[in-house]
């Protein structure tokens, strides 16, 4: 069975007979300089003569290249053979890519040879190159040598000239295995012992990466004998011939594009065709001719890339304004829509050209813009700023409107909670409201018939009547039936509801009896006058008082006379009365089965929650002071309410109304 590369051979040898019948047949007569391009479809288009602002002119043939197909097709080929059957008549492939490599390798100084292959080389990476005929280049050179003095040559000698003063060793002298781009070592970091682990993931990672192909093969090689080419040219007196003349001497620009299919931002089954201009460079010497723009009209021409949905360029930041000049945006809203390729280059701006709906290009017709056409372009650029504007400001609102939402939507949440409690308590309220009305009436009915209908029991009356001296007569002051029964009724019923809210507290609890307070008139005055004095006078509670287990004989004096300093506890938040709302914490400060029920007229009351034993008087502003009890941090549990104590500092603040008697089990 032959050989893979020997059918090759022959296919092409086939292939360039064939071509050389049909080039005698037709009797198209063309120069071989010229008909260079030995496979079909290679040449884009005929000569191209580029001319600048001074009249010069330069001419061109644009090829386009599959590097990547046409490197692997050639594996194996001697280097004559690979010369013959080449894109360009006696150039080979290989030179031709380290020829393109070195002109973006002068012109993109921030990439590096080894990425630059490999942009050149993807798998759908096509390469448009510009390429002068040799005698227009040989003619080139020999002006160049008349006008120019021999430093000013050196100076400007093309790009490869200059890698050919770094390669300083033979060809020849190289194996296959040497002749490869080889990056520089770098230093190692300083923290590369403190991980140990750094080497063995590296080694890790290399073992289970595929190895890429390597298409800088040849590499030093080229650079020697364009080393060797240019020595010649320098050397020689006589006039430059075709074999000092290379292709580094004939490319005069370059362009690389890969076709690929992007998902947009919206997730949709479409998938956008776009053509991604890689790379992009115009010998230094050869610009301001058009050629860049002569490039550009090529990749957006569907008859050279295909059908595309957009164009796009990542642009250095010095490049942004010639890839506007021809159309392309630099809009940032409008290009996230191929963020997927913006992760692929840094440093900068990514650009787009969309084509028009009918699919006409004018890149190549327009030259300068006219009057129109830059009113046009300002037109179109106070609209862009003014929707840039209305975006931004669009955005703005909608993100405060988020958080003033979720704001809203928490503080309804937290007050519909407390709405729902309020209602439940209300309730509850009113119920407990209605029963107490209608127990109340039914106990003032029978009272009432009881009074006038019968006499009353003596276990009544003494339940229910008290009986003391008025001061400075001695008589006794009567019972009055429907006045007191009430309030006596109120105030047990009261007492027995209170005390059952204590968990802790007896199970049962019976008032025995109710001694109603008779202090004299002045000691009611005094206590009238203080109220209106207060902060806020309205602020009068019914409370228990926390204070007769010391001094039970006091209880019939405070009947009789109201409450006076001899009355005041030096307890943990000061000298004063205290007093609270529940009968079963006011009992544990009591003479037991013994309860002084009490008017206390609080006023402006300043909650106070440390404790101060030097307290005499309450702060400034205020009448009376709230703790949270003398007991909170003994019992520790329960409703934190239940253990709040009212204090007091000015006995005139208090009035007496009712002993309270209690039997518990």
């Known amino acids: 069975m032959a050989n893979r590369g020997e059918i090759l051979e022959e296919k092409l040898e086939d292939l360039k007979l064939q071509e050389k019948e049909n080039i005698s047949t037709n009797h198209h007569h063309v120069d071989l300089d010229h008909e260079t391009y030995t496979r079909p479809g290679a040449q884009l288009s005929d000569k191209q003569t580029f001319t600048n602002k001074k009249g010069q002119t330069i001419s061109g043939y644009p090829v386009i290249v599959d590097f990547r197909r046409l490197l692997q097709l050639s594996i194996g080929h001697s280097e004559e053979l690979q010369k013959e059957h080449g894109i360009i008549q006696g150039i080979s492939n290989n030179d031709l890519l380290h020829a393109v490599i070195g002109l973006y390798d002068v012109s993109l100084s921030e990439m590096t040879p080894d990425v630059l292959y490999s942009t050149v080389c993807e798998k759908w990476g096509r390469t448009i190159v510009l390429v002068r005929d040799i005698q227009e280049t040989i003619d080139d050179l020999e002006e160049r040598r008349k006008n120019e003095p021999q430093e000013q040559q050196e100076e400007k000698e093309d790009i490869e000239d200059d890698d050919g003063e770094k390669g300083s060793v033979k060809g020849s002298e190289l194996s296959a295995d040497e002749d490869v781009y080889e990056e520089d070592e770098e230093q190692p970091s300083k923290f ?137 945006s630099d809009d940032i809203v409008l290009n ?8 692929q280059f840094t440093n900068c701006t990514l650009m787009c050209y969309l084509p028009g709906f009918s699919g006409h290009r004018l890149l190549t017709s327009i030259k300068i813009p006219g009057l129109e056409m830059y009113e046009l372009e300002q037109e179109f650029l106070k609209w862009k700023e003014k929707t840039l504007e209305v975006y931004q400001q669009q955005v703005t609102c909608m993100m405060r409107m988020k958080q003033e939402v979720m704001q809203l939507k928490y503080t309804t949440t937290t007050q519909d909670k407390f709405l729902k409690a309020l209602v439940e308590e209300n309730e509850i309220l009113k119920t407990d409201k209605l029963v107490a009305e209608k127990e109340l009436l039914d106990y003032r009915l029978s009272t009432v018939k009881s009074a006038f209908g019968s006499e009353k029991s003596d276990q009544d009356e003494s339940r229910y009547m008290a009986f003391s001296k008025h001061e400075g ?193």
Request: aromatic share 10%; proline share 3%; charged share 30%.
């Open 336 to 343: 996230s829509r191929w963020k997927e390729l913006a992760e």
């Open 473 to 665: 007569n001695g008589q006794e002051e009567p019972y009055d039936h429907i006045k007191d029964s009430a309030f006596f009724y109120d105030v047990t019923e009261q007492f027995k509801t209170e005390m059952m809210l204590d968990t802790q507290a007896c199970k049962k609890c019976e008032v025995s009896s109710i001694s109603k307070a008779l202090v004299p008139e002045k000691t009611k005055k005094a206590y009238r006058a203080k109220v209106q004095s207060l902060k806020d006078p309205l602020m009068v509670l019914d409370l228990y008082f926390c204070g007769t287990l010391e001094h039970p004989e006091r209880i019939k004096e405070i009947l009789k006379e109201g409450f006076t300093e001899r009355d005041f506890t030096c307890g943990d938040y000061g000298k004063g009365l205290y007093f609270s709302k529940y009968p079963f914490k006011a009992a544990q400060f009591s003479k037991i089965g013994n309860l002084l029920k009490v008017e206390v007229a609080i006023g402006n009351v300043e909650t106070v929650v440390k404790a101060d034993r030097t307290r005499t008087v309450p702060s400034q502003g205020f009448d009376s002071i709230i703790t949270p009890g003398r007991l909170t941090h003994m019992l520790g549990q329960g409703d934190a309410s239940m253990n709040q104590e009212y204090i007091i500092f000015d006995a005139h603040q208090v009035l007496p109304l009712c002993l309270l008697s209690y039997e518990t089990s």
């Open 192 to 328: 590369a012992e403190v991980y140990s682990d750094t080497d063995t993931e590296a080694e890790e990672e290399e073992e289970g990466e595929d190895e890429e192909e390597d298409f800088s093969k040849g590499i030093n090689s080229f650079i020697s004998k364009v080393s060797d080419r240019r020595k010649t040219r320098k050397t020689s007196e006589g006039p430059v011939t075709k074999d000092m003349i290379g292709i580094e001497n004939r490319i005069i620009g370059c362009a690389t594009f890969e076709k690929k299919y992007v998902q947009g931002r919206i997730k949709s089954k479409h998938r956008d065709r776009v053509i991604h201009l890689t790379l992009v460079s115009v010998r230094k010497r050869c610009r301001n001719f058009g050629i860049g723009k002569f490039l550009l009209s090529q990749l957006v021409e569907p008859k050279v890339v295909g059908n595309y949905d957009a164009v796009v360029v990542h642009a250095d930041n010095e490049a942004v304004e010639f890839f506007q000049k021809f159309g392309f």
